[in-house]
């Protein structure tokens, strides 16, 4: 790293020599409707319904529907809290937010805890899947007679397979950096919404038909606790003596069912303004759909499914219910295959949330320093934090071969993480309170004061019961408590050692002072100290920086100013921060990243200005970022996912979001063999071939002829064509247009191949 006695020349600086670095602390944010956002976190939350019901029943019997019910409720309780935290806002997510309220002790046990959840929600969603998808095939085989249905054995083989096929694919796309499309989770909220009303409807018709009764209430009588229930508390009189504690057993069965509420956190950010109120209405819009969906799920199928039947159908709850429909075979076949289909992408959503989720949790932690930046070094080719993607779906795939493709090993494991990581999040929020008072936009309800101090009941209430229901739990559920223990201590003496090494070897966010970091609210070109007009260079890979070395090469010196950009991408990390302290967001890869670039500047002797800024979609970052500079250049290097075609249909989408002013932009995008592709980002006039001129010249010359004495120039020419077809679109001759249209770029292309 330089010092003040290298060469001041390669940076903006203030006269100290040291090079100087602009830390835009507003994020260029890409932001979302409530509706999108509801999609995705609905994407993850609805999951839950396909196993949560069959799994609480499996341990507490007929009576589960009503507790799932109560969970579902509840969990709009939770969301509050989950409300708080976000409209409160705590710079650095879920750790550092502990860590101020309960310090780093039990900072890093609630990242250990969270990450135990993020484990266990790809195996478990992908072997969920499995199962419905194994439970498709073996009905197919039975009522088709081409085989025998399939064993527990062979379904549970099946569901393992696939797990770790959907999540070996979500990996190779989160290696990539594919991001998350929340188009694409409302096209799948759309197809399960279809799915949810057709299944309710015909439930409603079987249901009424039959005469089905409601399942038995829930009194601590109803309840079936075996051993298995019991855990720990099996052969003791307490579930017995006192109701409640059986009550709150059973709850702890039920907690499933809300799995998924953090991921409201992790899209805080993106929804659109006003920020709270679309918060609120997401959360409404949540609540509502997965109360419906999936209590219902759970209700119909005890009313539903006959007893003796259901039991084969815990792991495959909506496939059995699909099959247990009044109506012909053929059409509850077709049924239970669009279940499985819409099933297989909505659990397959949530194992790619997981990953996600997973990565950006642990590169917060990597950024404070509990983990060192080796974790966060960016993959040679695609500039992601590749090892965490590779140690956490290593840690799931080990997961899923252990369970076997078991749904209720993985739900049992899974209750540990889910309830701890709300419980701590509850505790967080409830301290800090206290230790950070002040006006709010907004807070958990039923807040009285006593001689000036507040009592949040509410938010009091709702910890203790997270607290009860994970205490329960801890007995209740051996397996988990010994596995979720010992990797969440496993995971804390991890993060301690790598902690006190990183403080011990000085870490790399501590070591900015080498870099004159300055924080400026929004970027500008004031700011910066580039002139309009700059070029602007976007970088995020030291590995490939040819397109820098490009521009450095061509540029003389004082003629124009290069701006050298790196946007730091906010993944959703489940912590809803949406903005980053500066050491979050020029950590040691900024560092390394930045040192290279002034490295191939000073071997030139250029002059750059360095910039770093956040985003949550890198396109639309790059054009805000040029808009706000002024930038009349942006150069790229090729994209290692997508040919240059692609990469620059991406880019022209991005600057039609930008709103009503948009800024026109020379495009560059260079190739690693020194090659360079020039597009212009905006309205402006074609290039036109010579062919393409002398077809304009020999139209005008003819019309000229017949028109005059009427002046007619080649723009008019132009104008009357584009006139008449826009004419022809207009009067529904659009499919014709398009046909021609076709048939003229095919017949170009032709004359471009030569044959062979």
């Not at 064993?151 to 990996?171: H, K, M, Q, R």
Request: proline share 4%; aromatic share 8%; with cysteine.
């Amino acid at each position: 790293m330089r010092s003040s006695s290298d060469s001041p020349a390669a940076a903006g600086s203030r006269g100290n020599g040291v090079p100087r670095v602009i830390i835009a602390t507003t994020a260029l944010l890409t932001f979302i409707s409530f509706w999108r956002a509801a999609a995705i976190v609905l994407n993850d939350l609805a999951s839950s319904a396909y196993y949560a019901g069959g799994e609480a029943e499996g341990y507490i019997g007929k009576t589960a529907p009503w507790f799932i019910l109560a969970i579902m409720v509840f969990s709009y309780a939770v969301r509050a809290v989950y409300v708080e935290s976000c409209s409160m806002f705590v710079r650095g997510g879920v750790y550092r937010a502990v860590k101020q309220s309960l310090g780093g002790t039990l900072a890093k046990f609630s990242v250990s805890a969270l990450m135990f959840d993020y484990i266990l929600t790809g195996p478990i969603s992908g072997v969920a899947a499995g199962q419905y998808l194994a439970g498709l095939i073996s009905e197919v085989l039975q009522y088709s007679h081409l085989g025998n249905a399939l064993t527990p054995g062979e379904v549970n083989s099946i569901a393992a397979g696939f797990a770790i096929l959907v999540t070996v694919y979500f990996w190779w796309e989160n290696t990539k950096g594919i991001p998350e499309s929340s188009e694409k989770a409302l096209v799948i909220m759309k197809l399960v919404t279809v799915m949810v009303v057709l299944l309710i409807t015909w439930c409603i018709y079987t249901a009424a038909l039959r005469h089905s009764p409601l399942p038995p209430w829930p009194h601590p009588r109803n309840l079936r606790l075996n051993a298995s229930a019991l855990g720990w508390l099996a052969g003791s009189p307490l579930p017995h003596m006192f109701g409640i504690i059986a009550i709150f057993i059973a709850l702890g069965h039920s907690v499933l069912a809300m799995s998924g509420e953090e991921s409201l956190a992790q899209v805080y950010r993106e929804i659109e303004s006003p920020k709270l109120p679309n918060l609120k209405k997401a959360g409404l819009v949540i609540f509502v759909y997965s109360l419906v969906f999936t209590s219902l799920v759970s209700f119909f199928a005890v009313m539903i499914i006959p007893d003796s039947v259901r039991q084969n159908y815990l792991e495959n709850l909506i496939g059995g219910l699909a099959m247990s429909l009044h109506g012909p075979l053929i059409a509850r076949l077709i049924f239970h295959a669009f279940v499985v289909v819409v099933g297989t992408l909505i659990l397959a959503g949530a194992v790619n949330t997981a990953i996600v989720g997973s990565n950006g949790v642990l590169n917060r932690v990597s950024e404070d320093g509990v983990l060192s930046s080796w974790f966060r070094q960016p993959h040679p080719r695609f500039g992601t934090s590749y090892r965490i993607i590779n140690i956490v779906v290593l840690l799931q795939i080990i997961t899923i071969l252990i369970s076997r493709g078991d749904v209720t090993f993985l739900a049992n494991l899974y209750a540990f993480g889910v309830i701890w990581s709300f419980t701590m999040n509850g505790l967080a929020v409830l301290v800090l309170r206290y230790t950070r008072p002040g006006v709010r936009e907004f807070q958990v309800p039923f807040n009285f004061y006593i001689r000036g101090v507040q009592i949040p009941v509410g938010l009091s209430l709702i910890t203790l019961t997270l607290l009860l229901i994970a205490v329960v739990n801890l007995f209740t559920k051996p397996v988990a408590t010994m596995a979720g223990g010992t990797f969440s201590v496993l995971l804390f003496i991890v993060f301690s050692i790598s902690e006190r090494r990183a403080h011990r070897g000085g870490a790399a966010h501590m070591e900015m002072d080498q870099f004159n970091l300055e924080l400026e609210s929004e970027l500008t070109s004031e700011a910066v100290g580039a002139r309009p007009g700059n070029i602007l260079v976007p970088v995020s890979n030291h590995f490939n920086l040819y397109h820098l070395g490009n521009v450095l090469d061509r540029i003389k010196p004082g003629r124009r100013d290069v701006v050298v950009l790196h946007v730091r991408l906010l993944r959703r990390s489940a912590s809803g921060e949406n903005e980053l302290d500066a050491d979050q967001l020029f950590g040691s890869i900024e560092q390394h990243l930045f040192s290279q670039t002034l490295s191939m500047a000073e071997k030139r002797g250029k002059s750059i200005r360095l910039a770093v800024v956040a985003s949550n979609d890198l396109w639309e970052g790059i054009l805000r970022a040029g808009a706000s500079l002024q930038s009349s250049t942006i150069v790229i290097g090729r994209s290692a996912k997508d040919n240059t075609e692609e990469q620059a249909r991406q880019i022209g989408d991005a600057w039609e979001k930008l709103g009503d002013i948009k800024p026109q932009f020379n495009l560059e995008i260079h190739l690693p063999n020194g090659d360079k592709i020039y597009k212009v980002l905006g309205p402006h006039a074609p290039n036109l071939t010579s062919n393409e001129v002398n077809l304009l010249h020999r139209l005008w010359l003819r019309f000229s002829d017949v028109l005059a004495p009427q002046e007619l120039h080649h723009h008019d020419v132009v104008h009357f064509a584009l006139e008449e077809l826009k004419k022809e679109i207009q009067e529904g001759q659009e499919d014709e247009v398009v046909k021609r249209l076709r048939a003229h770029l095919e017949g170009n292309q032709t004359k471009k191949t030569p044959s062979s």
